[in-house]
């Protein structure tokens, strides 16, 4: 049984214009459905793995989930998945060629014989983000979902920085809390100016890649906004600590274009940010 589970009556009647948004991560399983025609949420479920320590215990997960799991029988108009990992590297447009992926990600990733090479548009900044996944996970949803597209979790964070650009007062760091790595972006002068993924334990390895990035861009921690995201941001000791160190700790807004139904107003929107801005990316 999902650990969260909210549906809201009214999906039914949109049964033929939904689409789906999956996010697979070390630590569970989530989607969402909304509907097109007025990008409203309508469902949510998270499922919680217990006991998966290695990946083949989270691959077996699921695949249970996506066997059993009703919802994701229904018909879907388009359908995006996350899976959560740090083989990622951005590509600016000059050198983004489809057939050297697999070598440019070997630049700062080790390969496995059995991942494949996936890749977004990132438009506001000219480049991609490349990432590579596990085949027989790719394999697992191409089979439920013919129209699977497949995204890496920092490229609906991309997007919302994206987004940011322009606006006034935008500068800001965005910290996503994945269960043993973390992403950070940093928006400055109506730019990224920095992305990467550091792997952490404690606080104390969370800290100190946070504050040097932040000495290194020469920005003041107590001065500019921070947005705490991911499945690890309802973590009250990790909060406490930053807290001592970062004045201007948020979460970030919920897009006013995505609605959430009456029925979902408890969902954790900053726990959930990647999936649930996933809708937004194309």
């Not at 459905?33 to 989270?58: C, M, P, Q, S, W």
Request: aromatic share 14%.
């Amino acid at each position: 049984m999902p650990e969260i589970n909210l549906v809201d009556r009214s999906l039914q009647d949109y049964y033929s214009e939904t689409e789906l948004s999956i996010q697979v991560s070390p630590g569970g399983f989530s989607f969402c459905i909304y509907t097109i025609h007025d990008a409203l949420i309508r469902a949510f479920r998270y499922y919680k793995f217990a006991n998966a320590v290695l990946r083949e215990d989270i691959l077996n997960h699921v695949n249970d989930i996506l066997n059993r799991d009703d919802l994701l029988r229904l018909p879907q108009k388009q359908v995006k998945v996350i899976f959560t990992g740090r083989k990622s590297t951005m590509i600016p447009n000059e050198f983004f060629q489809p057939e050297q992926l697999k070598t440019l990600l070997e630049f700062n990733h080790p390969l496995e014989d059995l991942e494949e090479i996936h890749y977004n548009e990132i438009p506001f900044c000219n480049s991609y983000i490349s990432f590579a996944i596990p085949s027989y996970f790719a394999s697992m949803f191409t089979a439920k979902f013919a129209n699977a597209v497949f995204f890496n979790q920092a490229s609906p964070l991309l997007l919302y920085a994206g987004e940011l650009i322009g606006k006034e007062q935008n500068d800001c760091v965005l910290v996503n809390l994945n269960k043993e790595f973390f992403d950070i972006l940093v928006v400055q002068n109506n730019a990224l100016k920095f992305i990467n993924t550091f792997l952490y334990v404690n606080s104390v390895d969370l800290l100190y890649f946070i504050l040097y990035v932040c000495k290194q861009l020469k920005i003041d921690a107590r001065a500019i906004p921070f947005y705490l995201t991911g499945e690890e941001s309802v973590d009250d000791n990790l909060i406490a600590e930053l807290s001592n160190f970062i004045s201007d700790l948020n979460t970030p807004p919920f897009p006013e274009d995505l609605k959430l139904a009456e029925s979902l107003k408890d969902i954790d929107t900053a726990r959930h940010f990647p999936l649930l801005y996933l809708l937004k990316c194309e």
